[in-house]
């Protein structure tokens, strides 16, 4: 019956091997750290005390842009702005589907400079720019999956929002809401490991989260939708090595993310260690690159 087709889907999600998982071709757009610096503190990872070194966070930025080519991704580049500190974060800039880029809307005042200069940068490249009329900070806490936005609100973006990004997009928004400070963004504490449908129509979406930076209703909603998640248990101090970069196949992350690494290891997917450490300083790890940026497409190419 129809559940034995579930579980089998179930089942496949889970004991894939790393030949069978599928890469995606993706264009990522990032924004050189030229001008990233620490003056303000709007995360509680962020400390003026503990300042950001400059030539380090530009080597480690490299290593990512790198790694994202090496892997055989496209990486686009918006030219970084003096006194916008965060642009480096360009997730935030914008939730990106298709050739629909919807700005994004701040909540907090010091990164409001970045909205248009994003915008601007899609309308060039061929976008149809939406300028959004609710806060929300792009996909920093906006996750496509299969045919669902996941969004995240609590802390930066409002919860109003997710109604505006349904209606844009035509999908279903699954809102969940963030508890923890640390895990301020959704992005912080989910990483979308499969965002497709694989060949023959089976459902591979999945993800990896870390339950406790939800609400309860927030966790009983995961639950319900990803049976097969992995689950990143939390740890004292928080760390950020869930807010890694998954193509469906290799996952761009901070290195010593011991338990999860392990668990991306059984499951097929190759781990990928980047230290960005100095990014970690502004309250965000592997996932500063805003993706979507191009239509995706599936791709067979093998690990380099
Ligand atoms: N300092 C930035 C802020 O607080 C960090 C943004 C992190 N970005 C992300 N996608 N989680 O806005």
Redesign the pocket.
Same mark, same amino acid.
């Given at each position: 019956g129809p559940q034995d087709s579930v579980r089998h889907q179930f089942s496949v999600r889970r004991e894939m091997s790393s030949e069978d998982r599928i890469q995606q071709h993706r264009r990522y757009l990032m924004c050189r750290p030229d001008h990233f610096t620490l003056s303000y503190e709007?995360?509680p990872?962020?400390h003026l005390a503990h300042p950001i070194d400059m030539s380090r966070a530009m080597r480690q930025w490299q290593a990512l842009r790198d790694t994202y080519v090496r892997l055989g991704h496209e990486v686009e580049l918006i030219d970084p702005i003096p006194g916008l500190?965060?642009m480096v974060?360009v997730? +935030?800039g914008g939730l990106v589907i298709g050739g629909v880029a919807l700005g994004a809307k701040?909540s907090?005042s010091?990164?409001r400079g970045e909205e248009l200069p994003f915008r601007e940068w899609f309308a060039a490249h061929g976008y149809d720019v939406v300028e959004p009329v609710a806060m929300q900070?792009?996909?920093?806490?906006l996750m496509l999956v299969g045919e669902t936005i996941l969004a995240g609100y609590g802390f930066?973006s409002q919860l109003d929002s997710h109604a505006e990004v349904a209606g844009v997009f035509g999908l279903e928004v699954v809102s969940l809401r963030l508890v923890n400070p640390f895990y301020?963004?959704?992005?912080?504490a989910l990483c979308v490991l499969d965002p497709v449908q694989g060949p023959g129509g089976v459902d591979l979406a999945n993800i990896a989260y870390l339950p406790s930076a939800f609400d309860e209703r927030s966790q009983a909603e995961l639950v319900e939708r990803f049976p097969d998640a992995i689950r990143v248990p939390a740890s004292v101090p928080e760390t950020l090595e869930v +807010?890694a970069v998954s193509d469906g196949r290799n996952v761009v992350l901070s290195p010593h993310s011991d338990s999860f690494v392990a668990q991306l290891r059984e499951r097929g997917y190759h781990p990928v260690p980047v230290d960005v450490s100095e990014l970690h300083l502004?309250?965000?790890?592997s +996932?500063?690159a805003l993706w979507n940026c191009e239509e995706q497409t599936m791709s067979t190419m093998t690990n380099p």
């Open positions: 709007i995360n990872w962020m500190n965060d974060y997730a +935030n701040f907090v010091e990164r900070e792009g996909e920093g806490d930066r301020y963004h959704l992005d912080t +807010n502004g309250g965000a790890g +996932n500063v």
